[in-house]
């Protein structure tokens, strides 16, 4: 079945540590995205990519790192600058040149907390 | 000018009853308006979505209500089962880009009381 496979499903961080959440997509989507979930405040986007070697920072991309280098994948990295990481992270993608209106398929979420 | 401001945050039903939830934007080059439906511990799917060349649409027990002057849209959940219990989040972005910016709004959490 195709999907958005998102690894791994919990991940700690220990103070001053990068980690790095995997996102992998088989839906041979052009577009992946990222977002941040709290409670009560939606999601929030942190990265977005539209092709491969490029993306553009979304609205609280501070602390955060991204590459394209596969058009099925799109790694987020939490810094150790992100000072506030644990939330619910949320991985999508979606085609382009379709009509618009094609939705947004998420994957299951990896959730990260502060050991 | 961005934002989608969604209410109530949470809402607890009776089984059987109707579920109402609203959302409202600024941007009026806002042309798409997905409702996603989310569970615990999995990621949001589509529900249902409208354009704004269309005040209603209707998708089984589920029926997106639009008003283009007053910049509003609500999800009308009619027959609330336990089923239907979880977060709700609407969102809205510009179609003619031909890339899928979503703004969403703060979710609703939906409880279906027995």
């Known amino acids: 079945d195709g999907g958005i496979t998102q690894s791994p499903k919990y991940l700690f961080r220990k103070e001053g540590q990068n980690v790095t959440l995997s996102c992998e997509q088989n839906?041979?989507?052009?577009?992946m995205y990222w977002y941040r979930q709290d409670p009560g405040q939606g999601l929030r986007l942190i990265y977005y990519?539209?092709?491969?070697?490029?993306?553009q920072k979304g609205d609280i991309a501070e602390g955060y790192s991204v590459s394209r280098e596969k058009k099925e994948s799109f790694p987020l990295t939490v810094t150790s600058a992100q000072k506030n990481p644990t939330a619910f992270y949320l991985c999508?993608?979606?085609?382009?040149?379709?009509?618009?209106?094609?939705?947004?398929?998420f994957g299951d979420g990896t959730r990260l907390s502060i050991l | 000018q961005q934002q989608v401001k969604q209410s109530p945050q949470s809402l607890i039903v009776q089984k059987g009853g109707i579920s109402i939830i609203n959302c409202a934007y600024e941007?009026?080059?806002?042309?798409?308006f997905p409702w996603y439906q989310q569970f615990p511990g999995k990621g949001p799917a589509l529900l249902i979505a409208?354009?704004?060349?269309?005040s209603e649409k209707k998708e089984g027990r589920f029926t997106i209500s639009f008003n283009k002057s007053a910049k509003q849209f609500s999800l009308h959940i009619l027959d609330s089962q336990a089923g239907v219990s979880g977060t709700y989040f609407c969102?809205?972005?510009?179609?003619?880009?031909?890339?899928?910016?979503?703004?969403f709004g703060t979710g609703t959490r939906l409880l279906v009381s027995p």
């Open positions: 409208i354009r704004p060349d269309v």
């Open positions: 941007n009026t080059a806002f042309d798409y």
């Open positions: 969102a809205a972005t510009e179609g003619n880009t031909g890339f899928q910016k979503l703004v």
């Open positions: 839906l041979n989507h052009d577009a």
């Open positions: 999508a993608s979606t085609s382009i040149g379709a009509p618009f209106n094609q939705p947004q398929h």
């Open positions: 990519s539209q092709i491969v070697n490029d993306f």
